[in-house]
């Protein structure tokens, strides 16, 4: 067993179950069988009886649920990864099925085998009984997370496109992350495109950049064969047809062996918000797509944490005008060292957070729509006069299109998305394509205050209403970190019926453009239908994500959002200051510096 491949088979289980002697190793791998498994072939099929432990040792695995219903993929199983240790244990059927999604190696250790290693070795069974228990306690997040891919397929879509200086910076950039790449293209394949290539990946500790393009055809196949994840490369001003690579190869086809496939679209330095990026989804089934753009190293950093699913995405919580605290408390994390790959939010969230990739985090652009939101007047005060309610909505309409135009969510630097509440049927709608004005407008119709917005005969209002922080769908992204930021401390406290404003003073207020205090009964009601049901959840989101926070803005009106200012520097400072105590193992970000 000791050949070319065996220190990177034993580094592989000295991670899995720690530091192990010599002779605990030479034990494990003399009494296990190493098993080859083809692309789709079954390492087991759910309900079979047999209990034997299975280790990774090269390739990717798939675990799926197969009922009457059809089949369900429960996620991936890399390399130095265990397979079916519950049954070991427990003697109880297989869960699920699991096969090669491409060439793969496993080592089989039975359960006799396992006594016979644990009783020379005692610390071999906690190891094991560590890993099994950190694996059961893991929270929602963290189950979501798969491995880093080994092998990563670039496939050029023009041929006359040069892809060397991307791939390079790619390189640079993986290495920043203590992730070892190696680029391996047409020239490094033996005419028979045999074993050698194999084993230079195989043997690779860190990730292997396969390179492909159309001049190559049998290159191309065989980077396919053994792809974890496959990187569609295009000129983002090219033609959007299919290409010649794509339908050859057959990239498109729906089976159950389908890798992830992400298009990465390839601008021009300094180039403007892209337009009309729909067009490359035509004929296309693909996972994801990322904008980046020629000597930007914010977007080849954002790439790399992508393509090795350690990307951060932020989500942002609704609260009515202050939602402006959100653009401080993103300026503190960008200072603090924070990049972020994706955007979610809901109402003020959505609004806000989108309107900050919308600017690329430029501040001044972001203080301008700030200061030009403040001024406009759809404010939420309109609530005290329900007549006004509906030009309050087409205000808000008016002033989303005037500041992002025909830009649609899928244009966007940086993917992002926002949710609204679909009264008709009673769910989550989540927004992730279309004219970003029109979805936040759905997002951000709180009941009351402006009308639902009606579209193809479904009614959408506030997504507040049922995802106020909406974590949920950021799981749909290759994320290792999660950091939500919600907007609290606006509860109103106890009314005196004897200072409430008249209906016609304030309806004097008004039309005078005179700021009156909120009216607490109102403001009850609103914080309540837009509170409640996430008040339940919050303890549940925390645990779904790396960071939680909340930004106390008690002092600051709901219903009045004439201090933008003094609302964004509440957001900042308290964002700065949770930061600055949180202890040093949370700082992922600096970890990965």
């Known amino acids: 067993m000791k050949n070319k491949f065996y220190d990177h088979y034993r580094e592989l289980l000295s991670n899995l179950f720690g530091e192990m002697h010599e002779s605990t190793l030479s034990q494990i791998f003399e009494g296990a069988k190493k098993t080859e498994l083809d692309g789709g072939e079954y390492l087991f099929r759910q309900g079979d009886?047999?209990?034997?432990?299975?280790?990774?040792?090269?390739?990717?695995?798939?675990?799926?649920?197969?009922?009457?219903?059809g089949i369900t993929i429960l996620g991936d199983i890399a390399e130095g990864e265990p397979v079916g240790e519950l049954a070991l244990f427990t003697d109880e059927p297989r869960m699920a099925s699991i096969l090669a999604i491409r060439k793969s190696v496993v080592l089989k250790i039975s359960k006799a085998e396992y006594h016979a290693v644990v009783a020379k070795n005692p610390h071999f069974a906690s190891?094991?009984?560590?890993?099994?228990?950190?694996?059961m306690r893991r929270n929602v997040l963290e189950q979501k997370v798969e491995a880093i891919p080994k092998n990563i397929v670039f496939i050029q879509l023009q041929e006359d496109y040069d892809l060397g200086p991307w791939i390079n910076e790619i390189k640079i950039n993986l290495e920043a992350l203590s992730i070892q790449p190696q680029v391996l293209d047409g020239a490094f394949k033996k005419n028979d495109g045999s074993a050698p290539v194999l084993e230079l990946m195989e043997s690779h500790n860190g990730v292997n950049l396969l390179v492909c393009s159309g001049k190559d055809s049998e290159w191309t196949k065989q980077c396919l064969l053994y792809a974890d994840l496959i990187i569609l490369a295009s000129d983002f001003y090219a033609e959007?047809?299919?290409?010649?690579?794509?339908?050859?190869?057959?990239?498109?086809?729906?089976?159950?062996?389908?890798?992830?496939?992400?298009?990465?679209?390839?601008?021009?330095?300094?180039?403007?918000?892209?337009?009309?990026?729909?067009?490359?989804?035509?004929?296309?089934?693909?996972?994801?797509?990322?904008?980046?753009?020629?000597?930007?190293?914010?977007?080849?950093?954002?790439?790399?944490?992508?393509?090795?699913?350690?990307?951060?995405?932020?989500?942002?919580?609704?609260?009515?005008?202050?939602?402006?605290?959100?653009?401080?408390?993103?300026?503190?994390?960008?200072?603090?060292?924070?990049?972020?790959?994706?955007?979610?939010?809901?109402?003020?969230?959505?609004?806000?957070?989108?309107?900050?990739?919308?600017?690329?985090?430029?501040?001044d652009k972001i203080n301008d729509i700030c200061e030009?939101?403040?001024?406009?007047?759809?404010?939420?005060?309109?609530?005290?006069?329900?007549?006004?309610?509906?030009?309050?909505?087409?205000k808000v309409g008016e002033f989303s299109r005037k500041i992002f135009?025909?830009?649609?969510?899928?244009?966007?630097?940086?993917?992002?998305?926002?949710?609204?509440?679909?009264?008709?049927?009673?769910?989550?709608?989540?927004?992730?394509?279309?004219?970003?004005?029109?979805?936040?407008?759905?997002?951000?119709?709180s009941p009351g205050i402006f009308p639902p917005v009606v579209v193809e005969n479904q009614v959408y209002v506030d997504g507040g209403l049922s995802e106020n922080i909406p974590i949920e769908p950021m799981y749909r992204y290759p994320i290792k970190h999660i950091i939500a930021v919600s907007l609290t401390g606006s509860e109103p406290g106890k009314i005196d019926l004897n200072n409430i404003p008249s209906v016609w003073n304030q309806i004097k207020g008004k039309f005078k453009k005179k700021t009156l205090q909120d009216?607490?009964?109102?403001?009850?009601?609103?914080?309540?239908?837009?509170?409640?049901?996430?008040?339940?959840?919050?303890?549940?989101n925390k645990s779904k994500v790396s960071l939680y926070f909340e930004i106390n803005l008690r002092a600051v009106s709901l219903l009045n959002d004439a201090n933008w200012k003094r609302v964004v520097k509440k957001g900042n400072d308290q964002t700065k200051s949770y930061l600055e105590q949180l202890p040093l193992e949370e700082k992922f970000w600096i970890k990965n510096s």
């Open 372 to 394: 030009k939101s403040s001024s406009e007047e759809f404010e939420i005060n309109d609530f005290f006069l329900t007549f006004l309610s509906k030009n309050s909505g087409k």
């Open 519 to 540: 009216n607490p009964v109102a403001t009850t009601v609103m914080l309540s239908s837009m509170t409640f049901n996430p008040k339940q959840r919050m303890e549940i």
């Open 127 to 135: 190891s094991l009984t560590k890993f099994v228990i950190n694996r």
């Open 240 to 363: 959007s047809n299919l290409y010649d690579i794509e339908k050859s190869h057959k990239l498109y086809e729906n089976n159950i062996l389908n890798r992830k496939k992400y298009l990465l679209l390839l601008h021009p330095e300094n180039s403007p918000v892209p337009e009309n990026t729909a067009r490359w989804f035509k004929n296309r089934s693909i996972h994801l797509h990322i904008h980046a753009r020629k000597n930007n190293l914010m977007d080849m950093r954002r790439i790399c944490r992508i393509i090795t699913n350690q990307a951060v995405g932020l989500v942002l919580g609704g609260s009515g005008a202050k939602g402006y605290a959100h653009t401080g408390a993103v300026k503190a994390l960008l200072k603090a060292g924070v990049e972020i790959d994706f955007l979610g939010g809901s109402s003020a969230g959505a609004l806000y957070g989108i309107g900050m990739t919308y600017s690329d985090f430029d501040f």
């Open 49 to 69: 009886s047999e209990n034997d432990l299975y280790v990774v040792l090269s390739g990717r695995l798939r675990a799926i649920n197969e009922d009457k219903s």
């Open 405 to 445: 135009r025909d830009t649609n969510l899928e244009d966007l630097w940086i993917t992002s998305y926002c949710v609204s509440t679909n009264m008709s049927n009673n769910e989550v709608k989540i927004h992730n394509t279309g004219l970003v004005w029109k979805q936040i407008q759905e997002s951000f119709s």
